[in-house]
């Protein structure tokens, strides 16, 4: 089975920073690309920010500028480091990995179980 375990969530004041691990373990025999969503109360997940297995990047244009995706191959680890914290960054944050495991035909999404991020004003 696979498992992607994240880490680094919390609570911090407006203007602050938080980075998010999030590590894939099980039977994967190749992790294509890499990203992290965000759901706040009320609100539909949404993508904050993606990676390929070669590096190219996207995000949500309300993170530009202030948030970074990066990934460590060898690791099985996705990184998101979160900068100039605002109140609206506020929600569940989810990781995500497009992958194929040694035990099941194709490629597939898994997700992790999410991480609390609350920023106060």
């Known amino acids: 089975q696979v498992q992607l375990v994240e880490s680094g969530g919390g609570l911090v004041q407006a203007g602050g920073s938080l980075r998010l691990s999030c590590s894939a373990s099980?039977?994967?025999?190749?992790?294509?690309?890499m990203g992290w969503y965000r759901q706040a109360p009320g609100k539909q997940r949404e993508l904050v920010a993606g990676?390929?297995?070669?590096?190219?990047?996207n995000y949500a244009d309300s993170v530009k500028d202030r948030f970074t995706i990066s990934r460590d191959n060898a690791k099985k680890t996705v990184y998101l480091q979160m900068n100039s914290l605002k109140p609206e960054d506020t929600a569940v944050y989810y990781c995500?990995?497009?992958?194929?495991?040694?035990?099941?035909?194709?490629?597939?999404?898994?997700w992790g179980q999410g991480t609390q991020v609350a920023v106060s004003s």
């Open positions: 995500n990995a497009r992958l194929s495991t040694y035990y099941r035909p194709g490629s597939h999404d898994y």
């Open positions: 099980g039977s994967i025999y190749s992790i294509h690309d």
């Open positions: 990676i390929t297995s070669g590096g190219s990047t």
